[in-house]
Protein backbone atom coordinates (compact mmCIF):
# COMPACT_ATOMS: atom_id res chain seq x y z
CA UNK A 1 0.00 0.00 0.00
CA UNK A 2 0.70 3.54 -0.06
CA UNK A 3 1.28 6.06 2.94
CA UNK A 4 2.37 9.19 3.90
CA UNK A 5 2.58 10.53 7.41
CA UNK A 6 2.10 14.00 8.94
CA UNK A 7 1.33 15.64 12.07
CA UNK A 8 -1.90 16.34 12.50
CA UNK A 9 -1.94 19.52 14.34
CA UNK A 10 1.20 22.18 15.53
CA UNK A 11 0.40 25.49 16.62
CA UNK A 12 3.09 28.07 16.86
CA UNK A 13 3.44 32.06 17.74
CA UNK A 14 4.21 34.66 14.90
CA UNK A 15 8.07 35.44 13.93
CA UNK A 16 8.76 31.63 14.93
CA UNK A 17 9.44 28.91 12.71
CA UNK A 18 8.02 26.00 12.46
CA UNK A 19 8.77 22.63 10.53
CA UNK A 20 6.10 20.12 9.58
CA UNK A 21 7.63 16.67 8.82
CA UNK A 22 6.71 14.14 5.85
CA UNK A 23 7.27 10.61 6.02
CA UNK A 24 5.79 8.35 3.26
CA UNK A 25 6.07 4.65 2.15
CA UNK A 26 4.89 4.25 -1.48
CA UNK A 27 5.65 1.47 -4.55
CA UNK A 28 7.25 4.02 -6.23
CA UNK A 29 8.98 7.63 -5.71
CA UNK A 30 9.40 10.43 -8.13
CA UNK A 31 8.42 13.37 -5.80
CA UNK A 32 7.15 15.49 -3.35
CA UNK A 33 4.97 18.29 -3.09
CA UNK A 34 3.56 20.49 -0.64
CA UNK A 35 0.27 22.36 -0.65
CA UNK A 36 -1.27 25.13 1.90
CA UNK A 37 -5.10 25.27 2.07
CA UNK A 38 -7.16 27.90 4.13
CA UNK A 39 -10.40 27.25 5.75
CA UNK A 40 -13.21 26.94 3.09
CA UNK A 41 -10.63 27.57 0.43
CA UNK A 42 -9.04 25.33 -2.69
CA UNK A 43 -5.05 24.07 -1.76
CA UNK A 44 -2.45 25.81 -3.51
CA UNK A 45 0.97 24.41 -4.28
CA UNK A 46 3.41 25.50 -2.32
CA UNK A 47 6.65 23.61 -3.78
CA UNK A 48 8.41 20.82 -5.21
CA UNK A 49 11.26 18.37 -4.67
CA UNK A 50 12.59 15.64 -6.96
CA UNK A 51 16.00 15.76 -6.00
CA UNK A 52 17.70 15.18 -2.61
CA UNK A 53 18.20 18.90 -0.93
CA UNK A 54 16.45 22.18 0.40
CA UNK A 55 14.24 24.35 -2.38
CA UNK A 56 13.99 27.75 -0.72
CA UNK A 57 10.58 29.71 -2.17
CA UNK A 58 10.60 32.59 0.12
CA UNK A 59 9.29 31.86 3.72
CA UNK A 60 8.59 28.30 2.82
CA UNK A 61 11.08 25.82 2.02
CA UNK A 62 11.42 22.21 1.65
CA UNK A 63 13.24 19.50 2.08
CA UNK A 64 13.68 16.05 0.47
CA UNK A 65 15.35 12.97 1.87
CA UNK A 66 14.65 9.98 -0.84
CA UNK A 67 17.09 7.59 1.27
CA UNK A 68 15.37 8.54 4.39
CA UNK A 69 11.74 8.68 2.61
CA UNK A 70 11.32 11.72 4.12
CA UNK A 71 10.62 15.25 3.70
CA UNK A 72 9.35 18.42 5.31
CA UNK A 73 8.11 21.76 5.08
CA UNK A 74 9.51 24.50 6.76
CA UNK A 75 7.91 28.03 7.03
CA UNK A 76 9.85 30.85 8.60
CA UNK A 77 8.78 34.29 9.91
CA UNK A 78 5.32 32.89 10.61
CA UNK A 79 2.31 35.22 10.21
CA UNK A 80 -1.24 35.05 11.01
CA UNK A 81 -2.27 34.32 7.62
CA UNK A 82 0.01 31.36 7.29
CA UNK A 83 -2.24 29.32 9.41
CA UNK A 84 -4.00 26.89 7.15
CA UNK A 85 -3.64 23.13 6.88
CA UNK A 86 -0.67 21.81 4.59
CA UNK A 87 -0.72 18.52 2.95
CA UNK A 88 2.36 16.33 1.50
CA UNK A 89 1.90 14.08 -1.89
CA UNK A 90 3.27 12.21 -3.27
CA UNK A 91 4.09 10.81 -7.09
CA UNK A 92 4.90 7.45 -7.79
CA UNK A 93 6.14 8.17 -10.95
CA UNK A 94 6.36 10.82 -13.86
CA UNK A 95 2.97 11.80 -15.07
CA UNK A 96 0.86 9.81 -12.46
CA UNK A 97 -1.42 11.48 -9.66
CA UNK A 98 -0.71 12.43 -6.39
CA UNK A 99 -1.65 10.68 -3.37
CA UNK A 100 -1.86 12.96 -0.10
CA UNK A 101 -1.15 12.96 3.29
CA UNK A 102 -3.86 13.71 6.13
CA UNK A 103 -2.55 17.02 6.51
CA UNK A 104 -1.51 19.29 9.34
CA UNK A 105 -3.48 22.15 10.33
CA UNK A 106 -1.15 25.10 11.72
CA UNK A 107 -2.51 27.61 14.33
CA UNK A 108 -0.70 31.10 14.48
CA UNK A 109 -1.16 33.25 17.32
CA UNK A 110 -0.04 36.42 17.69
CA UNK B 1 -10.30 32.50 -8.67
CA UNK B 2 -7.66 30.35 -8.84
CA UNK B 3 -7.86 29.54 -12.80
CA UNK B 4 -10.13 26.22 -12.33
CA UNK B 5 -13.60 26.74 -11.85
CA UNK B 6 -16.21 24.60 -10.09
CA UNK B 7 -19.63 24.96 -9.67
CA UNK B 8 -22.08 24.60 -8.29
CA UNK B 9 -19.99 25.51 -4.82
CA UNK B 10 -22.95 23.66 -2.51
CA UNK B 11 -25.02 21.29 -3.28
CA UNK B 12 -28.00 19.92 -1.19
CA UNK B 13 -29.19 16.16 -2.77
CA UNK B 14 -31.89 13.57 -1.59
CA UNK B 15 -30.47 9.97 -1.63
CA UNK B 16 -33.02 9.71 -5.01
CA UNK B 17 -31.39 12.43 -6.89
CA UNK B 18 -29.47 12.71 -10.10
CA UNK B 19 -27.29 15.69 -10.28
CA UNK B 20 -24.09 16.94 -11.96
CA UNK B 21 -20.82 18.76 -10.74
CA UNK B 22 -18.81 20.92 -13.66
CA UNK B 23 -15.00 21.49 -13.41
CA UNK B 24 -13.57 23.98 -16.03
CA UNK B 25 -9.98 25.09 -16.23
CA UNK B 26 -8.68 27.81 -19.21
CA UNK B 27 -4.67 26.63 -18.06
CA UNK B 28 -3.83 24.91 -20.74
CA UNK B 29 -3.60 22.05 -18.93
CA UNK B 30 -3.97 18.37 -20.30
CA UNK B 31 -4.47 16.57 -17.32
CA UNK B 32 -7.66 16.36 -14.87
CA UNK B 33 -8.68 15.08 -11.54
CA UNK B 34 -11.30 14.35 -9.39
CA UNK B 35 -10.93 14.35 -5.76
CA UNK B 36 -12.59 13.74 -2.67
CA UNK B 37 -11.97 15.33 1.05
CA UNK B 38 -13.34 14.47 3.72
CA UNK B 39 -12.88 15.67 7.46
CA UNK B 40 -10.30 13.97 8.90
CA UNK B 41 -9.41 12.42 5.79
CA UNK B 42 -6.26 12.81 3.24
CA UNK B 43 -7.57 13.53 -0.40
CA UNK B 44 -8.73 10.94 -1.76
CA UNK B 45 -8.02 10.32 -5.76
CA UNK B 46 -11.24 9.26 -7.51
CA UNK B 47 -10.52 10.01 -11.32
CA UNK B 48 -7.84 11.01 -13.43
CA UNK B 49 -7.88 12.02 -17.27
CA UNK B 50 -4.91 12.72 -19.27
CA UNK B 51 -5.80 14.54 -23.13
CA UNK B 52 -9.39 13.61 -22.43
CA UNK B 53 -9.11 9.72 -21.73
CA UNK B 54 -9.41 8.33 -18.15
CA UNK B 55 -6.47 7.12 -17.24
CA UNK B 56 -7.55 6.39 -13.70
CA UNK B 57 -10.44 5.06 -11.30
CA UNK B 58 -9.64 4.17 -8.06
CA UNK B 59 -12.09 2.15 -6.91
CA UNK B 60 -14.81 4.33 -7.24
CA UNK B 61 -18.26 3.26 -6.48
CA UNK B 62 -20.66 3.10 -10.01
CA UNK B 63 -22.58 6.10 -8.45
CA UNK B 64 -20.31 8.23 -9.55
CA UNK B 65 -19.76 8.63 -13.36
CA UNK B 66 -16.54 10.81 -14.66
CA UNK B 67 -16.98 12.71 -18.35
CA UNK B 68 -14.42 14.43 -19.98
CA UNK B 69 -15.69 15.89 -22.83
CA UNK B 70 -12.57 17.93 -23.88
CA UNK B 71 -9.20 19.05 -22.06
CA UNK B 72 -11.36 22.07 -20.67
CA UNK B 73 -13.90 20.27 -18.75
CA UNK B 74 -14.45 17.85 -16.74
CA UNK B 75 -17.75 17.14 -15.18
CA UNK B 76 -19.26 14.35 -12.20
CA UNK B 77 -22.18 12.91 -12.43
CA UNK B 78 -23.98 11.55 -9.47
CA UNK B 79 -26.77 9.37 -8.51
CA UNK B 80 -28.61 7.47 -5.66
CA UNK B 81 -25.68 8.76 -3.58
CA UNK B 82 -25.31 7.78 0.02
CA UNK B 83 -24.65 10.07 3.11
CA UNK B 84 -21.20 8.93 3.46
CA UNK B 85 -20.90 10.28 0.23
CA UNK B 86 -21.48 14.02 1.69
CA UNK B 87 -18.13 15.52 1.01
CA UNK B 88 -16.16 18.38 -0.73
CA UNK B 89 -15.12 17.43 -4.37
CA UNK B 90 -12.67 19.11 -5.68
CA UNK B 91 -11.47 19.31 -9.02
CA UNK B 92 -7.49 20.16 -10.02
CA UNK B 93 -5.49 20.48 -13.45
CA UNK B 94 -1.95 20.31 -14.44
CA UNK B 95 0.51 19.57 -17.43
CA UNK B 96 0.43 15.85 -17.71
CA UNK B 97 4.09 15.72 -17.42
CA UNK B 98 4.12 18.08 -14.34
CA UNK B 99 1.76 16.37 -11.90
CA UNK B 100 3.35 17.48 -8.99
CA UNK B 101 1.76 20.96 -9.52
CA UNK B 102 -2.16 21.38 -9.47
CA UNK B 103 -4.01 23.79 -9.68
CA UNK B 104 -7.47 23.17 -7.68
CA UNK B 105 -10.84 24.64 -7.95
CA UNK B 106 -12.57 25.50 -4.70
CA UNK B 107 -14.38 22.63 -4.94
CA UNK B 108 -18.22 21.65 -4.46
CA UNK B 109 -19.43 20.97 -1.11
CA UNK B 110 -22.05 17.97 -1.47
CA UNK B 111 -24.42 17.45 1.52
CA UNK B 112 -26.40 14.10 0.35
CA UNK B 113 -29.95 13.78 2.90
Known amino acids: GQSLEQPSEVTAVEGAIVQINCTYQTSGFYGLSWYQQHDGGAPTFLSY????GLEETGRFSSFLSRSDSYGYLLLQELQMKDSASYFCAVSSRAGTALIFGKGTTLSVSS | ETGVTQTPRHLVMGMTNKKSLKCEQH?????MYWYKQSAKKPLELMFVYNFKEQTENNSVPSRFSPECPNSSHLFLHLHTLQPEDSALYLCASSQADRTYGYTFGSGTRLTVV
Open chain 2, 27 to 31: LGHNA
Open chain 1, 49 to 52: NGLD
